[in-house]
Nanobody, 122 residues
């Protein structure tokens, strides 16, 4: 099993920034892709960003140019830097990880964090 621990969420004003962190432990392999999904109230869960072990990144169109995903610490820590936040970014953000093929094929990753609340409000 892989455990994922998220941190860094909270309340921020529109136009502000937040940085989420997620640390993987347990049976985690550095070759795994890591990513962030989010789910807003009354909406379906959506993919926000992913990063491979080689550092290749992909973003949802609605966050591209505002959010940056990165990895450190032998690949077991992933960050999501969120800038120019809007109320539409309000959601629970989930860290996840799995073999690269899972993300390439559009499947659901096996391993998820508990989720962390991000609220953008004046």
């Amino acid at each position: 099993q892989v455990q994922l621990a998220e941190s860094g969420g909270g309340l921020v004003q529109p136009g502000g920034s937040l940085k989420l962190s997620c640390v993987a432990s347990g049976d985690f392999y550095g070759i795994y892709t890591m990513g962030w999904f989010r789910q807003a109230p009354g909406k379906q869960r959506e993919l926000v960003a992913t990063i491979t072990s080689g550092g290749n990144t992909d973003y949802a169109s609605v966050v591209r140019g505002r959010f940056t995903i990165s990895r450190m610490n032998a690949g077991n820590t992933v960050y999501l830097q969120m800038n120019s936040l809007t109320p539409e970014d309000t959601a629970i953000y989930y860290c996840n990880t799995d073999q690269p093929i899972t993300y390439v094929s559009g499947g659901s990753p096996r391993y998820w964090g508990q989720g962390i609340q991000v609220t953008v409000s004046a």
